[in-house]
């Protein structure tokens, strides 16, 4: 069954992604088998988007009951659970507002768009420019890409759009000195995932900042993996002592249905009036049903402080492989945002696992990434670490 579904798809779906030949049928919390039955545990709940894992019962029975009262009538209304769900969001982070949309790029489109309004309504029509970080990762649309420090993703797109610069991460003096007339807003991951897992440093956001708020920027954070419990806390923003004044979400937020957000401050959210953006589907009754049903069970089943508890189990796991190891380079993250850079490259690893009944996956070709279900229990990550000994050299 397996060999004629790849050999279809390599023929008729677009050849954007280099994929593992595996055909995936069904899951349940943090298990996925395949067409032929075979089962895997799944560190990598489709790029930290499970964060409940597969076919939660509560969730399925939301989406089920949302399908047969109301899917989708548009913006122009009022609907019951993207408001419900909003005023959850609120309730629980820095923000006043909501913008819905669809996916990661399109909340990084709406904050930018955002920022650059906001300059203009505060009387700045010169400043335009966003301070980005290198190696960051902030989506695939022409002005994400713009705004991603990682040549890889822009080749091929010229004219790549004017309006970001780039600074290394964790680098304040950087920052400072990237600062003129026509800056607007610094835009950032808390930690860089698809970069790497890199953390800053613990007093650099804090320091960021003061300098924005001194020089009048306005404090980005793309939280889009970062956010909703991913590393221990329900935005990484609250590790690090900071307000910021625009975060962007999506991956998790509605467990597995495509759904983004954009969270800001009252005065700034302010700047987007009626028409000044928009989203057909944004929030749609069915995806924001799901999404207040997890956000729900987070709160209900603590799942933020599980998360918290089994990510330093799970630190102090790999740390413990590193030291076993030659070949480990570093161990980083936080939370079940983990990270394993090694002094080789990775996939060849990522693959014998998967082998072995294990889904990992693998960042800038050396770290291997670990960001399964935060319901992931203690003994799944000791099998998996127990299989990634035996398959890393000595
Ligand atoms: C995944 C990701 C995005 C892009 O999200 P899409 O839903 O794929 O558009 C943007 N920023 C970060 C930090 C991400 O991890």
């Not at 290394?168 to 930690?191: G, R, S, W």
Request: hydrophobic residues 40%; negative net charge; aromatic residues 8%.
């Amino acid at each position: 069954m397996t060999e004629p579904i790849i050999e279809t798809a390599d023929q008729v779906i677009a050849n954007t992604y280099k994929r593992f030949p595996l055909v995936l049928e069904k899951g349940a919390g943090c298990t996925v088998w395949d067409t032929n039955g075979k089962a895997y545990t799944d560190f990598v709940a489709g790029i930290a988007v499970c964060n409940l894992g597969h076919a939660h019962p509560r969730i399925a029975e939301a989406i089920s009951r949302q399908a047969k009262t109301l899917i989708h009538v548009s913006n122009l209304y009022y609907t019951l659970p993207q408001t419900e769900f909003a005023r959850l969001l609120v309730a629980h982070s820095f923000a006043d507002r909501v913008f819905f949309c669809n996916s990661g790029a399109e909340a990084n489109e709406a904050a930018i768009k955002l920022a650059r309004k906001y300059a203009k309504d505060q009387g700045h029509p010169q400043r335009y420019q966003i301070i980005s970080m290198e190696k960051s990762f902030h989506g695939r649309t022409m002005a994400t890409l713009s705004a991603t420090g990682q040549d890889k993703i822009k080749i091929g797109y010229d004219p790549i759009l004017t309006g970001f610069s780039f600074v290394p991460f964790n680098d304040l003096d950087a920052v400072a000195a990237a600062i003129d007339d026509k800056t607007c807003a610094v835009m950032l991951e808390p930690i860089q995932g698809e970069g790497g897992i890199n953390c800053p440093s613990p007093d650099f956001l804090k320091k960021l900042r003061a300098l924005c708020d001194e020089k009048g920027l306005l404090l980005i954070l793309d939280e889009i993996q970062t956010g909703m419990g991913r590393t221990g806390k329900l935005f990484a923003y609250e590790h690090y002592g900071v307000v910021p004044d625009i975060i962007t979400l999506a991956k998790a937020l509605a467990n597995g249905l495509p759904m983004g957000a954009m969270l800001a401050k009252e005065a700034i959210a302010q700047s987007f009036g009626p028409g000044a953006h928009a989203s057909t589907f944004g929030g749609t009754p069915l995806v924001a049903s799901a999404a207040l049903e997890t956000l729900k069970i987070f709160l209900e089943d603590h799942i933020v402080e599980k998360a918290q508890e089994t990510g330093e189990y799970f630190k102090a796991a790999l740390n413990r492989l590193k030291d076993k190891h030659s070949c480990v380079l570093d161990v980083r993250g936080k939370g079940l945002l983990l990270g394993m850079k090694l002094n080789q490259p990775a996939d060849g690893f990522v693959l014998s696992m998967m082998e072995k009944g294990f889904l990992i996956n693998c960042v800038q070709g050396d770290t291997l990434r670990f960001i399964p279900p935060l319901i992931i229990e203690k003994s799944d990550i000791d099998a998996m670490l127990q299989c990634l000994d035996t398959v890393l050299p000595r």
